[in-house]
Nanobody
Framework: QRQLVESGGGLVQPGGSLRLRCVAS????????IAWFRQTPGKERERVAC?????????EYDDAVKGRFTIARDNTNNKAYLQMSSLKSEDTAVYYC????????????????RGQGTQVTVSS
């Protein structure tokens, strides 16, 4: 059974940092592109970052997080990470990771599957 489990969310003050983790199981992790999305009640899902399955591990970021967030993956241990810095109140959301079987970051398509998410709250 393909599964993605997120952790690392929590409450942080503006300007602070958090590192989210996504643990994968039940599929060949290194074949998949891994993306992070976020969603707030009443708003549409937002793409945050994506890392593809290529040797170069190409990355893409939404403009709202570029320069503040960094996505990474550890294919040996089937994990992906989202390092978030200089957090702002508008970054508050449920963050979840998702997988693309194509191996590429194809934002225009729905991911093949996703995790349940982890809450990030940025507040003083």
């Amino acid at each position: 059974q393909r599964q993605l489990v997120e952790s690392g969310g929590g409450l942080v003050q503006p300007g602070g940092s958090l590192r989210l983790r996504c643990v994968a199981s039940g599929f060949t992790f290194n074949y998949y592109a891994i993306a992070w999305f976020r969603q707030t009640p009443g708003k549409e899902r937002e793409r945050v970052a994506c890392i593809d399955s290529s040797t170069d591990q190409g990355t893409e970021y939404d403009d709202a997080v570029k320069g503040r967030f960094t996505i990474a993956r550890d294919n040996t241990n089937n994990k992906a990470y989202l390092q978030m810095s200089s957090l702002k109140s508008e970054d508050t959301a449920v963050y979840y990771c998702a997988a693309y079987g194509s191996g590429w970051c194809t934002w225009t398509y729905e991911p093949d599957f996703r995790g349940q998410g982890t809450q990030v709250t940025v507040s003083s």
